[in-house]
């Protein structure tokens, strides 16, 4: 479970912002633009204000991801495929034949979603389920032909939409966005079990 925690008011800094996890990482003094949150009514244990999540850099995480997860659905709409199923497809020919549990980890899905998500594209023909010489127990998924010409088929939009979206943004800011992006990443990655 994580924190994000502005620093309180009175601080000295007002144009940085202490994040806190509460698994016991800490990064201070990530220098933001605009991002430090309006006071809200309640405060957390310890006086600390929460993160006003409209304005907080992780609202504006979560806000692009839906948006873009949106408009990939929407790209994806002629070609019958939902936005799981294509990524699928993607990390199938990304990283090649690979088992369930590391095309959930890829995709950040449980094992429960997976099965029914290879299900769904085993019985359109978009990939098939291997039984691996060395252990009969266990399956290699790997695209099929025809998967790989339903990918062929999606990649052009996807591409050309991802192009002209950030063809729109300066170079030096896409930059930026994506060694904070990263940062973001990196600080907020789940503690391993």
């Excluded at 003094?29 to 405060?43: D, F, I, R, Y």
């Excluded at 692009?64 to 799981?84: F, G, Y």
């Excluded at 032909?145 to 999606?154: A, E, L, N, S």
Aim: charge should be positive; charged fraction near 25%; hydrophobic fraction near 40%.
């Amino acid at each position: 479970m994580f924190a994000f925690y502005a620093r309180p008011p009175h601080s000295k800094t007002s144009d940085s912002v202490t994040f806190i996890i509460l698994m016991g990482k800490e990064v201070t003094n990530v220098e933001t633009t605009g991002l430090v949150p309006k006071t809200l009514s309640h405060k957390l244990a310890g006086g600390a204000e929460p993160f006003d999540w409209a304005e907080s850099l992780p609202g504006q995480i979560l806000y692009a991801a839906r948006t873009v997860n949106a408009r990939l659905a929407e790209l994806l709409v002629p070609h019958d495929l939902s936005v799981s199923e294509a990524r699928s497809l993607i990390a199938l020919v990304r990283d090649g034949p690979m088992n369930q549990q590391s095309l959930a980890a890829s995709l950040g899905v449980t094992k429960g979603n997976i099965v029914q998500l290879i299900d769904r594209l085993s019985e359109r023909g978009l990939v098939e389920r291997v039984k691996r010489a060395d252990d009969r127990r266990e399956n290699t998924l790997a695209i099929t032909p025809k998967g790989r010409t339903q990918f062929d088929k999606i990649m052009p939009d996807v591409d050309r939409w991802f192009r002209e979206a950030m063809s729109t943004i300066p170079a030096d800011v896409r930059r930026s966005c994506a060694e904070t992006l990263h940062l973001v990443a990196t600080v907020m990655k789940p503690a391993p079990h």
